[in-house]
């Protein structure tokens, strides 16, 4: 059984670029929510989405979007970069989110530099 | 509000010693609890969970032990081993997603 893969694994962008990163869950997976890690912080919630829904959303600006696709694929588009958005995302795929009591795994990241 | 809370950014402890990792909660009405573990530069990965009808889940050399009285979770690690540093979160599932902490970088020393 494939794995939660997160494409690309790292990325260099200057500042006011737009970025999509993608994230594939683990197959009968519906729910993927998306984390942002800084260096010495925790992981920050984005939004979550299932079936094709955002069902919750973090604390982040609007620049931050993202969307889910029939296939549940997943992915987050960052527009008008800021040097501060450079981090570590985590895109992290389960059954149903809370709903369910089980765990829910995560990709290895995608490591964004801004410039 | 923060819903899971871990208040010590960091751990130092002695190889073959115990580490002990702590978590608080608010909100009760979600029973399931988690903790992950992080490498630098490497997705989470689930280590242990458990569920509000135990207050203990054992899994080698990691235990989890869940206080619902004081909305309280630790992870215990016997004996501590150099690989176990790393970032600990602990998380809750919720209805709209899962919740974590800001995590635990624990450093065991050689």
């Known amino acids: 059984k494939a794995g939660v893969t997160q494409t690309p694994r790292y990325l260099i962008k200057t500042r006011g670029q737009q970025v999509t990163l993608s994230c594939s869950p683990i197959?009968?997976?519906?729910?993927v929510s998306w984390y942002q890690q800084t260096p010495g912080q925790g992981l920050q919630f984005l939004f979550e989405?299932?079936?094709?829904?955002?069902?919750n959303k973090g604390n982040f600006p609007g620049r931050f979007s993202g969307r889910q696709f029939s296939n549940s694929r997943s992915e987050m588009n960052v527009s008008t970069l800021e040097l501060g958005d450079s981090a570590l995302y985590l895109c992290?795929?389960?059954?149903?989110?809370?709903?369910?009591?089980?765990?829910?795994?995560f990709g290895q990241g995608t490591r964004l530099t801004v410039v | 509000d923060q819903q899971v809370k871990q208040n010590s950014p960091s751990l130092s402890v002695q190889e073959g010693r115990i580490s002990i990792l702590n978590c608080d909660y608010t909100?009760?009405?979600?029973?399931?609890f988690l903790w992950y573990k992080k490498y630098p530069a490497e997705g989470p990965t689930f280590l242990i969970s458990?569920?509000?009808?135990?207050d203990k889940n054992e899994d080698g050399r990691f235990t989890v032990f869940l206080n619902k009285s004081a909305k309280h979770l630790s992870l215990h690690i016997v004996p501590s081993q150099p690989g176990d540093s790393a970032v600990y979160f602990c998380?809750?599932?919720?209805?709209?997603?899962?919740?974590f902490g800001s995590g635990t970088k624990l450093n065991v020393k050689p």
């Open positions: 992290a795929s389960s059954f149903a989110g809370g709903l369910v009591n089980t765990e829910a795994f």
């Open positions: 197959s009968g997976h519906r729910s």
């Open positions: 989405y299932f079936s094709e829904t955002q069902r």
């Open positions: 909100n009760s009405m979600f029973d399931y």
């Open positions: 458990i569920s509000s009808i135990k």
């Open positions: 998380a809750q599932n919720g209805i709209l997603g899962i919740y």
